[in-house]
């Protein structure tokens, strides 16, 4: 018979930690995982971030108590809340502990005297608070549960009653407020109508133009690109946002009615002298607008009085304009695209078809939206293939022939349409026509780089994969080379994505390089007209050797290794230092942006300012 050990250190070699190796039964470990196989650095299960401090902290980050980690913002409400009345629980409980033994030190020799008799009703004691602590958790649970429900329908209700777009709810502002409430407690009193009118617009305007004078001081040293587009509001008025944009960011400058400018072309250069009067012409690199006709003879106005900027049409408009002209001038793009509209349009304007799509598609939909009109066209033809299949199958089904739509002539027609195997091969070759090109579209039209150094090299890759998609047959790409052609050549191509091509490292050290007439024409150029004074133009000319050459710290390893990890800007300013004149003239041109669309983004948020400044 083994002998059973009866001093407390034999009892204590028993006790096994609730986190030690194999004996993981903290409730942490069922939403957290070790990275590293030790206790102390856990991922989260829902967010995937990393946090060291053990299962105590992954509590404390599920709970979204904000102590010393940052709260989920994955995990279900169930979860959060049983971390929460885990992590209150515990509080309490030491507090109580602490409570106690400040209460035991103050009976000295009588708690020795009684020691076995407390022991014994201390032990009926803390089994009674546990339980009631237990029981409180459980109450508490149930009334926040109900507190909870009370606060979203009340806010619901406050987005419903005020006509509060749904997405709203996404904001970061949204996620903030309601945080804030949630910190100061009961009794919180929302700011006035006065202070929201006031006071806290007056200390937002502040806080805007401070943010503002900050993006102004970074004009000063890296120069600037204003930006425009027009719109039309609901009451038909032509508006022109205009922002300005530089490595710092985008800031939205004005908003003008121009309904009586845009028409004339004085009027326009007017309007465009007036807005770099405002941020300063020795900011100014480009202005960045339309490719109307009327924009394109205003910048050339603007550009003859503006000796040191250049007026640029929107790369990603003129883009645009290419696969409009494709399906104007392509016949098999001119059939194709309106039958795919016909398609889309049949199915996405009766509510029983919709459904029906999404059973054979697993609600997967037809229109996929891009960055412009026409490559949403073209996008829209790529899904429709992706769900060849699909489609076919729906329109051969019995679901489908007994709906009241398969009788009618439209109905029949695009039955047509969808059983037709030419059809679906015409969708291949206007795609292998415009994916190249929407490629480049979705490079000018992203916010992630300034895409100036990149266009010029994209736009001939665009082309040779056009030309490699037909197998190099001449009548096929042919035509297609002749419509990227006459909008690059006569609209979009400038000497400032010349001399980016010229200035980005990554395609200067590139096997496939080439400084053709067109490319140095462009770079002297820009020379020319941004650097006002002779001596540094001659400076930067000669500089321009060693940086073919990579001479000095542009042939380093470390500057060859980081080539293709950092921007073509941000390369320059690490190791351009020993040419401070070139250095400037490159971050300058190769931080530029080829594109307005930065302004399309924002038509909603301008109209709701137009009506906010209307009604105050």
């Known amino acids: 018979m083994s002998s059973i050990p009866t001093s407390a250190a034999a009892m204590s070699s028993k006790v096994v930690a609730k986190n030690a190796p194999g004996q993981k039964s903290d409730i942490a470990w069922k939403h957290s995982h070790s990275v590293d196989g030790s206790n102390r650095k856990l991922q989260c299960n829902y967010c995937s971030k990393v946090f060291s401090g053990g299962p105590f902290r992954m509590k404390h980050h599920l709970a979204g108590t ?22 209150v629980t515990d509080k309490v409980k030491k507090h109580s502990e602490r409570d ?17 008799e407390g022991q014994s009703s201390n032990a009926c004691f803390n089994s009674f608070k546990k339980k009631g602590v237990t029981t409180q958790a459980t109450i508490n649970t149930m009334y926040k549960k109900n507190l909870r429900e009370d606060a979203c329908q009340a806010i619901c209700r406050f987005f419903y009653n005020n006509a509060i777009a749904f997405n709203a709810a996404r904001s970061e502002e949204f996620f903030n407020m309601c945080e804030l409430i949630a910190k100061h407690g009961p009794g919180f009193k929302p700011p006035s109508y006065h202070e929201i009118r006031v006071k806290y617009l007056k200390q937002e305007v502040d806080l805007t133009e401070a943010v503002v004078k900050e993006h102004r001081e970074e004009w000063k040293k890296t120069g600037c690109t204003i930006m425009s587009d027009g719109w039309s509001d609901t009451k038909k008025r032509t508006l022109i946002n205009f922002l300005v944009n530089s490595p710092k960011g985008t800031v939205f400058l004005k908003s003008i009615d121009a309904s009586d400018i845009v028409k004339s072309s004085d009027k326009i250069f007017k309007m465009l002298d007036d807005v770099v009067e ?3 012409e020795e900011n100014v690199i480009q202005i960045v607008t339309d490719n109307a006709t009327n924009y394109k003879a205003a910048g050339e106005l603007l550009m003859q009085k503006r000796k040191r900027l250049y007026w640029t049409p929107c790369a990603a408009h003129c883009i645009d304009l290419m696969l409009e002209d494709y399906e104007k001038k392509i016949p098999v793009h001119g059939e194709t695209i309106p039958k795919g509209r016909r398609i889309t349009t049949f199915i996405y304007s009766r509510t029983p078809l919709i459904s029906l799509l999404h ?9 996929r939206p891009g960055m412009t009109r026409f490559a949403t066209s073209y996008l829209t033809l790529g899904c429709l ?15 489908w022939k007994s709906t009241r739509y398969a009788k009618t002539s439209d109905g029949k027609f695009v039955e047509d349409i969808i059983l037709d195997k030419e059809f679906w091969k015409n969708i291949v070759t206007c795609l292998k026509a415009a994916l190249p090109l929407i490629e480049v ?20 890759r665009a082309k040779e994969k056009i030309q490699s998609a037909f197998n190099n047959v001449r009548k096929s790409y042919l035509p297609l080379w002749n419509v990227v052609d006459e909008r690059w050549d006569k609209q979009l191509h400038r000497p400032l994505h010349a001399a980016g091509y010229y200035l980005n490292p990554q395609m200067q050290y590139s096997p496939n390089f080439k400084a053709d007439f067109e490319v140095k024409k462009g770079l002297y150029d820009c020379i020319t007209r941004m650097v006002a004074d002779v001596e540094v133009q001659a400076k930067i000319d000669i500089q321009l050797d060693d940086f073919k050459k990579r001479a000095n710290l542009f042939g380093t390893p470390l500057a060859r290794k980081t080539l293709d990890k950092k921007s073509p800007s941000d390369w320059w300013e690490s190791y351009g230092d020993e040419y401070p004149e070139l250095q400037k003239f490159a971050i300058q041109v190769l931080s530029l942006t080829c594109s307005s669309s930065g302004c399309e983004r924002n038509w909603s948020a301008f109209e709701m300012v137009c009506i906010i400044i209307f009604f105050f």
């Open 66 to 87: 904000q102590k010393d980690v940052a709260a989920c913002n994955a995990v279900s409400d169930e979860v959060k809340q049983l971390m929460w009345d885990l992590v």
């Open 100 to 116: 106690d033994d400040d209460e035991d030190a103050h009976t000295g020799e009588k708690r020795k005297l009684n020691q076995v």
């Open 278 to 280: 405002d941020v300063g």
């Open 359 to 367: 059973h054979y598609t697993n609600n997967r939909d037809l229109v």
């Open 385 to 399: 293939h992706e769900k060849k299949g699909a489609l076919i199958r729906m329109f051969t089904s019995r679901a």
């Open 441 to 460: 579209l979705r490079l000018v039209d992203s916010d992630e780089k300034p895409a100036m150094g990149f266009i010029y090299e994209a736009m001939d």
